[in-house]
């Protein structure tokens, strides 16, 4: 059924507690915790518990729930004391996407340059 866990998926297990991460925030409907690989003073990724392939799929099944990771993505910034951040999308494997459960990355903390290549 859309939206149930992936056994397959790398941010269910996480969502699940399966595979351990850095938990900055958690709310009913979402996580967010640190990149393993981060790209800036401050990554943070902030995903959906449920399990939608990308953001805009999420956000037509699930608009509460996209708002909710929107909103968290902000408080996730405003705890870093990121004054200037950015909240990327990666859609598609074209545009770097690796993990396909829904995911915000919240970068901040140094200078972004635009457009981002
Ligand atoms: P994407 O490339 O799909 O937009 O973003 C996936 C992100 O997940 C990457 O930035 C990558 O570093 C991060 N990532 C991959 N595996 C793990 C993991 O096991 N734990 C954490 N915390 N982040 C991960
Ligand atoms: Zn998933």
Known sequence: MAGEAQSDCLFCKIVAGDVPATVVRETETTVAFRDINPQA?????????????????????????????LREAGEVAAEEKADSYRIVFNTGTGAGQTVFHAHAHVLGGRGLQWPPG
């Open 41 to 69: 003073p401050t990554h943070v990724l902030v995903i959906p518990k449920v399990h939608y392939p990308d953001a805009a799929s999420l956000a037509a099944a699930e608009p509460k729930i996209a708002a909710d990771v």
